[in-house]
C-alpha cells in the first residue's frame, strides 16, 4: 500500500510568522503537486515538482522536493490571513500512472 | 470559462435511494475523475476515464458507478445510497499527463444520506 502522510495536521499561528508543513511518502514517487483549498472550493493547483532535490519558489512560498523523492516541503515566510485554507499534496508513484494519490491535508489557519 | 461545472451543489439522500451526480467541463480535457473528501482523510479516487468510452476504477469504488459517453460529461451514480456515502464530491479534469498538468476541480457537492 501507497502511503502519503502529511504533518502537522491542523496549524494555527500569527500573522507574520514563518511555517513549514511537510508531506512524506512510504514510497518514491514520480512527482508531486500541492494544492490549496478554500471552504466551498475545489482544490487549486500551486506547483508541480519532478525532479529529486527540487525547489520552487511562488512569491512568499517555497516548495522542496526531497532528494530521495519521498517526502516534500512547503515554507511559508511573513504569513498572511489569505494564506489560510486547507494545503494538500498529492503524487504520482510512477510516471503514466493514471491515479493521483491525495494526503490527508494540512489545515492551516492564520490569525491576524 | 466555466472550467469544471458540478450539480447540484448540495443533496439529501434517504438510505436506499438512488442518484446521479453531474460533471461537466468544456476545456476538452481528456482525463476525468471523481473524488470523494472526507474529514482526516484527504482526497480519494472514486473513479476515472482517460477519454471518452473508457473508465476505471479508483481507491473506493464500491457503491457507484460511471459511464463517459462523451468527453465533457463524466457523471456519477449511486445504485443505493448509504450513509457511509455522506460526504463532499469532487469532479476533476486534466488535459494532459497527470503530474505534468493539474487537476482542475470543480466546486464539489454535498451528499448526506440519512
Known amino acids: 500500500t501507497q502511503l502519503l502522510e502529511q504533518s502537522p495536521q491542523f496549524l494555527s499561528i500569527q500573522e507574520g510568522e514563518n511555517l513549514t508543513v511537510y508531506c512524506n511518502s512510504s514510497s518514491v514517487f514520480s512527482s508531486l503537486q500541492w494544492y490549496r483549498q478554500e471552504p466551498g472550493e475545489g482544490p487549486v493547483l500551486l506547483v508541480t515538482?519532478?525532479?529529486?532535490?527540487e525547489v520552487k519558489k511562488l512569491k512568499r512560498l517555497t516548495f522542496q522536493f526531497g532528494d530521495a523523492r519521498k517526502d516534500s516541503s512547503l515554507h511559508i515566510t511573513a504569513a498572511q490571513p489569505g494564506d489560510t485554507g486547507l494545503y494538500l499534496c498529492a503524487v504520482l508513484f510512477r510516471a503514466g500512472a493514471q491515479k493521483l494519490v491525495f494526503g490527508q491535508g494540512t489545515r492551516l489557519t492564520i490569525n491576524p | 470559462n466555466a472550467g469544471v461545472t458540478q450539480t447540484p451543489k448540495f443533496q439529501v439522500l434517504k438510505t436506499g435511494q438512488s442518484m446521479t451526480l453531474q460533471c461537466a467541463q468544456d476545456m476538452n480535457h481528456e482525463y476525468m475523475s471523481w473524488y470523494r473528501q472526507d474529514p482526516g482523510m484527504g482526497l480519494r479516487l472514486i473513479h476515472y476515464?482517460?477519454?471518452?468510452?473508457?473508465?476505471d476504477q479508483g481507491e473506493v469504488p464500491n457503491g457507484y458507478n460511471v459511464s463517459r459517453s462523451t468527453t465533457e460529461d463524466f457523471p456519477l451514480r449511486l445504485l443505493s445510497a448509504a450513509p457511509s456515502q455522506t460526504s463532499v464530491y469532487f469532479c476533476?479534469?486534466?488535459?494532459?499527463?497527470?503530474?505534468?498538468?493539474?487537476?482542475?476541480f470543480g466546486n464539489g457537492t454535498r451528499l448526506t444520506v440519512t
Open positions: 515538482v519532478v525532479t529529486g532535490g
Open positions: 476515464s482517460v477519454g471518452a468510452g473508457i473508465t
Open positions: 476533476a479534469s486534466s488535459y494532459s499527463t497527470l503530474g505534468s498538468s493539474p487537476l482542475h
